[in-house]
């Protein structure tokens, strides 16, 4: 494949939804270019606005946390994953309103709290907290809502 064929590939590739340059390094990879025309096609995406990491990450942070309801903590790892840096990782972040997290949190508290089993109170807060971090929120903020009752 000729640089230009995998430039206007990419182009398509990102015109459809938002992608990062890892992601869009990984496509290219399999395309057989030279690393100095994978770095051109790169830039040229960039330069044209098909790649922009600021807006990759603001809509990562929304679409992970108001669709698949995780918390900051899985979300930033997984940005972290995708070689995001901590700076961008903040600053999308910082966009979630907090009440809309805490109503997130609760709703997924509510939801996990129907399917827990456990022989005492304690079992099941203790497996609905590990349940509820597992997707990525905070563990303080999680036992603000669920009461550990101790034996």
Known sequence: ???KEALLKMESYCSTA??????????????ELQKDEVERII???????FVD??????????????FAK?????ISNMLWQK?????????ALNTIDDDEYITILKDVI??????IKGKTEYERSAKLIKSVAS????????TRFVKIEEL
């Open 1 to 3: 494949m000729t640089e």
């Open 18 to 31: 938002e992608h990062c340059i890892y992601d869009v390094r990984k496509k290219l990879d399999n395309c």
């Open 43 to 49: 830039n040229k995406l960039q330069q044209q606005g």
């Open 53 to 66: 990491e600021n807006r990759y990450a603001a809509a990562f942070v929304h679409d992970k946390l108001f």
């Open 70 to 74: 995780w918390g900051r903590v899985k």
């Open 83 to 91: 070689r995001i840096s901590e700076s961008i990782i903040a600053d």
């Open 110 to 115: 509510n939801s996990k709290k129907r399917g």
């Open 135 to 142: 997707r990525g929120f905070e563990i303080p903020l999680i």
